[in-house]
């Protein structure tokens, strides 16, 4: 396993170690993992534990094991499964706004309004518009 500069691992799972640059390594094929693009965008890995094949979203996992690029953590009712992140108003924002850079530094954990505000500024979107799509969509 060849490491990046300023990369640090985490175990995941008990069955591969996911890197703070958004590389994940299986530890059964001993290979790094190619993430593949879901149909809204977002990077997902795949791995295999139990026989049974489960794929998870890069981002959240990522945040999930370190936290935000401001060191940020998800509640620990996220973290164990009995909340999701939605219905505790949090998304997590790439903060370029592109969706396959999961490089920890561009991670931040937000409220879903502060997301839909920063989404509707990079449009450029007037003052006003934004205030009528957040009204809509809050």
Known sequence: MK??????FK??????????????YSLASEQFITPF???DG??????WKNGIRKAYYLHIT????FGDCNGKQLP???KNGTQSML?????IDHIDRNK???DLSNLEIVSHSENMHRYYKSLECSKEDIELLEAVFS
């Open 3 to 8: 490491f990046l500069k300023n990369e640090k």
């Open 11 to 24: 175990l995941f799972d008990d069955c591969c170690l996911v890197s703070n640059l958004g590389r994940v």
């Open 37 to 39: 693009k879901n149909k």
């Open 42 to 47: 977002y990077l997902l890995f795949r791995i």
């Open 62 to 65: 990522l945040v999930n094991l």
């Open 76 to 78: 620990e009712s996220v």
């Open 87 to 91: 219905n505790l108003d949090l998304n």
């Open 100 to 102: 396959l850079n999961c």
